[in-house]
């Protein structure tokens, strides 16, 4: 998606503020800003002239470029840098004959490229990070809004027990919170220069290769790590996966949304827009439109993540392949990425939670949602196991005699030799049925509060 | 990658021509002729007025449509053919306000996305099959003329025995011919209509439904499956495979040819042009780059396919996400495939082979190379195994003295009581080195002329 | 998945049937096979005495062999060939010193290896299409049997419109006949010999190289290759795509009957058995579990196809851990597809359909499932977008008053200007509702009938 | 790979010692040390009698268990807690029949299953901890050893500059320091216990239900989370992807050195043993058999970690098929990577360094690899690029005329004006040649000091 996710399809899925990114002119410019920033630093050290810096700096903004026959001459070369490096040598020399020396000074494409990708990783993790802790402030709210909001508990796609709506947010949001978390572990990690020269010994610059390379990271504002990491590729594999891990906790939310919303559910529903979701087929349909964005998504990044994987193998000082597999598929993860967590948070802003629904559904079994609750209950009389044994068989009969639970178990007599019919209303009550739900909320809020 | 591929990063991986095929505007005039097709179809069996067809086909170019505002509406609409088939009625309403009724007659969405679809892979399937076809015309040349070039066979990148060049071309060719042999079957498979109303049983058409579809299909040149598929997604799903193994056949040359053109190895050399391959910090690169791009898809593709395959489960009469998950990954697969079809052409037509490097190299371990043609002819005098063991101790003392194969054995009383000094002269001659390969080329050759 | 799935988890997974051809034994004893056959081989072409071949055939037992000694000593070696040839030719030498002269004479270990994964992948095959053929008839059976029965057609998990149960069931069978005619195609690729000594080129045979091969591929039931195929492995990975494709369709069909068996929808059931699909804490579960099973295989399967064609890149002529990639990972496709096609097929043959339940769920939505009835009845006197938008308001309309549509629609002057109240009641007739369904169900039943 | 790796296949991949973690008997051993585990909390809380805990603390042996009827009763159930616990329940009655009613208490399978494998992740931790401890000492012993040893840098697989064999072991060392570090940040988040019953609400545990987790956690030395994970599983997810990072950088090591043991090249050697990395037809070979191992682990798991991040889309309160899909596939991702670690570390710790060989291959290319030096020298004077552009030509004569680059540079006065014969002399002399080697290996040997 080199082109920045312009396009039909494209747009579907990838968020607008990202695609500004990671468009062509944006990766470009990220070079450029390299390239200036790298004059700056020599003219600073010492290793340029000073008076080189401006013509330099004046020549690095992408309007100046064609960008077309750019791309035509980096299939050739191999990679988008030479042909910028060209190209940016003859505007540099159109201003000042001098300056045009000092173009690039001691740096390889590599450097710009990577250097250039960092800033563009910069401005993604900040633009995620915000979107992410907005996603957060609306699940902690609605987490907080339906704390004790009754909905069946639902494991194997089959009602297990009543839980409470709140615990599943709660649960939305409790990973939500470690994903920030991550991302603020790898930034330190992420954030920094690449700039080594040919092979990462920056022997071009002599004895001032480090001073350059200090004052570059300065520069553009990230930090310098041990040493250049041309061919040791986990930083950027690793944002891969933490973003992986983000698409795919975003993918649970919008299966759980979307299965909430089929028709004979219908306990959730996505936020309701003029033209959203409609079919050219049924005019009735309210299609969970932001779900199937996210929901492919989750599809798509898993693959894209393992090629990043794949990729980390890479040869000697230049990989060779193994490099370029990268240059679409990490911005495609970027893109993906901003995009899912975008229509989860429109999703989460507008969300229609029917109550009604929910606490109605809990009927449909008659009663079976609770056997659970009635087994436990004549455990300590029974034994756990042949309590569960118990119930078992009247929850078969009741599903057979299309009878209640309650029904069938009032009229056993070794029911009835420990629980009395108060004692099954009280097991049979949705309000007594979810536990710790309201407790497990205010943990997970609680957690949230302390750590801002 | 929807825009279909313009862009600096994506014009070194993909194929121009298959750009042609996948841009945006390409994808709607596709979506776009299965509506005019869909019109002249249903006038034929008579379900829609002779006089509506004209309107509708005039009006089914995509220079009519404003492309970003679709690529908006289908964003909130969830599928870029909703808004089109609003627009298209719009377009057709300025011409005819009757013939408007007609538009998108009976049909649902993904029959037109998905048709529209079929007939794009129908030329992807053209264009592809005429360039496998070439490059085997190379390959096949290739082989021939190295059919007794002597090279090192390497296995687990050391080397082995002596084989010929022909043969490892031949191992290529070999490969290409069966890629050819699997897009021939799956061909009549793919190139089916797709339609088939809101869940596929033709509804809205009444009794004409299978009159429409079987003109519909005729119309477009396709065939008409025994059911619509909207589901069932082992089609799409397949010819990514198809092209994943074609990839990674590619792939299997570029690392052979990458390996064989190493600085110390020097025995083929990708194509020299002005431009290609150089660095911008080292003045005597010559850079791989096909390789390069060749092994970077190669990384890409198998990670896509992961994607088809996992988006096959598809829910029920329409998937949810599941089917969004294929709109960008299909055609990127198509285009890197294209793009690597294209680089490995360029490198075979333009291969250098060094034939006195090839034979130096040979020299390099000093007769170990020959080891196991001489252990062959110990064995039936000592057995397979101990020839082995007494070759390998040989060996050994080779390597650590520094002296020819050759000249231990000759040294050694239990060689030379059955091997003769010509008898080891023999042994180490290349030309008698290289077994079966001469035929074996021929067979491959000999079996390419039997299938044209 | 070397130990061929033994294990408490790996039984959930796999076939025992294909346990029983990928254990070690099994592995091994396939290894041995090819070393009994090339010696029967060259006897017969007259490399080796013939005396040698009865003390090595019986020795090819892997009974005779100590498993755990071979395991450690390949993981020394690289590979377990070679620790094997080693114990064997002591097995021999037990028997006939001079025979033992003769063990593995001229081949190379991937040519064992190889041609033993055949062996086993020709019994792969055997089973897997005989399976496949056996799911064949049960679809076929359930697809006749409810071509007629009423069900919602659900798209992005929304009911849509009717459609029949015989349809649905008729999509998958009709992937499934794909499948089998995949499965036929790549046969005769893939049963082919593997042969060709250190390099490919049967250097070690001289003369007597190809004739020895075509007696090995004759006696082993195998057919004869162009060429040695060490570092071409489309082969192999045609395979695993295709396994890869079948999952995917189990898959959507495993979807399909758990989404149908969620407790709100209850049309479809697994078959119940004692002990299947309970619950730990919930007496009154019954667990898709069959369904659990084929869903995790087709999230599994995907990633290992990925890795058979990130495989494919062999160097040279034997590949560097690409070929080792392939050890484990082919076989675990096999297992894992084995199992779920048989999953399936369990599920199939007891698969309770609740006719019943299908009718009543038509009736949730009030209506709306018909609207596209509607709309299409109108188009034709108000246009198909006009008629369209006029549905869509009086669907929302009834959403809105919890009211059925047809009431709405019946109380609209501009509807009943075209539709009778008696037009109006057919097109809510589920009756009449599901098009050609069973003229679809025909299609696909007499397509299958055609090819057996 | 469930039965914990044994086989002669998998043997060549998996660390013998995390075998005996991921073995049938850990895996149950675990779970039933999470069953005795909860017997002793809930006495302790006070929920069952502490007369129970004695009779099922010493039911929960593995030993006691018949392992194939867990399996096959496992198959069934769909998953092996609910036949473990049946089965524990039976050993507990056997001892005390009281006791027997408090087996498994208020727990529901996935807490079982899942804290047993935290449990198992720990052991894992520790040792693949302790295992990336060990290599970074060998690492950073082989960099300062060899810190001023030059090397010839080599970008896209081309001799590009001199560098020295320290640097590049040194970001060997830089990665695996950085994996050890997001080990350390994930460690909190990972060791955590899993327990909320059915829906994850404690439902069954009345008021006690946090205190009894709280309980338990401490029993079992792991962290309480703040809420039940059933379906939330970036936990997992995230050790998978890290392991993936680990897997990469190994991957990157096992090429480098397969690259550098090629016949041609010969500067490293992995270490000789007995037994190692021979050929079965090839009496010389010495393969690079750790490398093979290490990079086919690159292969594999990649696809494996793919199919983690997809099953993170679990359903509602328990996931189907997203589940059961981590089952085998987390362990595999374990077992790989430990072997890596171990195959690296053998591979370091024995590694036979050719420093001459090394020093040797410098010459190959008749002085282009010192071009860029040359080219930087000239910058001052001519520009960077015009500068370039010289030393480009002059490369290019000096390999059509097979002379040395220094030849041609001193023949031609435009560099002469500028350089004299003894600037050249240095220029090319390799001891002036690798920059900031020394300084950079330091720089990340001090780093690495600080932390310890």
Not at 103 to 116: F, P
Request: glycine residues 10%; contains cysteine.
């Amino acid at each position: 998606m080199s082109c920045g996710g312009q396009g039909v399809f494209a747009a579907l899925f990838t968020a607008a503020r990202l695609q500004g990114i990671f468009s062509d002119r944006a990766r470009l410019q990220a070079m450029l800003d390299v390239e200036a920033a790298l004059a700056r630093a020599e003219a600073r050290v010492g290793v340029i002239p000073v008076g080189a810096v401006a013509p330099i700096v004046e020549s690095c903004r992408v309007d100046l470029f064609d960008i077309p026959a750019l791309a035509e001459a980096a299939a050739l070369a191999g990679n988008p840098a030479i042909p910028l490096v060209q190209a940016l040598t003859a505007r540099v020399a159109e201003r000042d004959g001098g300056a045009m020396r000092f173009v690039h000074w001691g740096a390889t494409s590599q450097d710009i490229m990577d250097s250039g990708l960092v800033l563009q990783l910069h401005a993604t993790l900040d633009l995620i990070e915000g979107d992410l802790s907005g996603l957060s402030v609306l699940l902690a709210d609605l987490a907080q809004r339906h704390k004790a909001t009754v909905i069946a508990g639902r494991t194997w796609m089959q009602q297990a027990m009543p839980t409470t709506f709140g615990v599943k947010v709660a649960g939305w949001l409790s990973a939500n919170e470690r994903h920030r978390q991550r991302l603020a572990e790898l930034r330190p990690r992420l954030l920094v220069l690449q700039f080594g020269g040919a092979v990462g010994t920056l022997a071009s610059l002599g004895a001032s290769g480090m001073a350059v390379a200090a004052a570059l990271a300065d520069d553009l504002g990230l930090a310098l790590p041990d040493l250049p990491w041309h061919t040791e590729r986990d930083r950027l594999a690793e944002l891969a996966s933490v973003f992986g891990l983000i698409v795919g906790s975003l993918g649970k939310i919008a299966r759980d949304i979307s299965l909430l919303m089929q028709t004979e559910i219908g306990e959730l529903f996505e936020p309701a827009a003029p033209g959203r979701g409609g079919s050219s087929a049924m005019p009735h349909k309210r299609n969970p439109v932001g779900s199937a964005y996210v929901l492919a998504t989750a599809i798509r990044v898993p693959g894209l993540v393992s090629t990043m994987l794949a990729a980390m193998v890479q040869e000697q000082e230049r990989g060779l392949g193994s490099w370029h597999a990268e240059w679409e598929t990490l911005p495609e993860i970027c893109l993906l990425t901003g995009g899912a967590i975008e229509q989860v948070t429109t999703m989460i802003a507008g969300l229609e939670v029917d109550v009604g629904k929910m606490r109605a559904n809990l009927d449909v079994t008659r009663g079976l949602i609770f056997s659970a609750a009635v087994a436990m209950a004549l455990a300590p009389f029974l034994g756990a196991r042949p309590a569960h044994i118990l119930v078992e068989d009247a929850s078969h009969r009741a599903i057979a005699e299309r009878r209640h639970l309650k029904d069938i178990l009032s009229g056993d007599a070794s029911v009835r030799a420990h629980l009395s019919e108060a004692d099954l209303a009280k097991l049979f009550d949705p309000a007594n049925a979810s536990g710790q739900a309201e407790a497990l909320v205010d943990r997970v809020l609680a957690a949230r509060q302390e750590k801002t």
